[in-house]
């Protein structure tokens, strides 16, 4: 057992489901799950927290499957262009998406103190944001939410 986010699960089983679900989708949308592609999920899968390019490059390097940034930001944006990854604004990172292949619209909890980030989602019709947007006649197509606080690790620690 590991732990996403914020509660503790299977980890093995965790990385083989996501790999399997982008495996199925690009099968069915006739897409190209590189092994560089495939790599840099498993390894945003294996840590299961916010990456840098620069982090994941680093890994690529390692295992000699490339050394130049544009092959890390290649194969990031086809992740989060298909929606197996999404990049974290705040901290300029990236982090492996908890519901591949499900439409739905990410919120981030980020930990100020530890950098920990825990994905749950929400409809983007319900709420005051939706309600807004509906009395505006706009139609949300799509948004990201991220919010900082302590995660439940930093909450019980000591303050200094």
């Known amino acids: 057992m590991?732990?996403?986010g914020f509660t503790t699960h299977d980890h093995a089983t965790c990385i083989s489901d996501c790999?399997?679900?982008?495996?199925?989708?690009?099968?069915?949308?006739?897409?190209?799950?590189?092994?560089?592609?495939r790599r840099v999920l498993q390894i945003l899968l294996q840590q299961?927290?916010?990456?840098?390019?620069?982090?994941?490059l680093d890994h690529l390097r390692e295992e000699g499957l490339?050394?130049?940034?544009?092959?890390?930001?290649?194969?990031?944006?086809?992740?989060v262009k298909h929606g197996f990854a999404h990049k974290i604004e705040r901290l300029n990172a990236f982090i492996a998406?908890?519901?591949?292949?499900?439409?739905?619209a990410p919120v981030f909890m980020i930990c100020r103190q530890c950098n920990a980030v825990a994905?749950?989602?929400?409809?983007?019709?319900?709420?005051?944001?939706?309600?807004?947007a509906q009395e505006a006649g706009f139609q949300i197509e799509g948004t990201v939410v991220e919010v900082e606080g302590l995660c439940p690790k930093?909450?019980?620690l000591p303050a200094s």
Do not use: W
């Open 2 to 4: 590991g732990s996403i």
């Open 154 to 156: 930093c909450q019980d």
């Open 97 to 104: 998406c908890t519901h591949p292949g499900d439409s739905h």
């Open 19 to 37: 790999v399997a679900a982008a495996d199925q989708r690009c099968l069915e949308q006739g897409l190209q799950l590189t092994p560089v592609r």
């Open 66 to 79: 490339g050394s130049q940034p544009p092959v890390a930001y290649r194969a990031l944006d086809f992740l």
């Open 119 to 132: 994905e749950t989602h929400t409809n983007l019709n319900d709420g005051q944001l939706g309600q807004l």
């Open 48 to 56: 299961h927290q916010s990456l840098g390019a620069y982090d994941i």
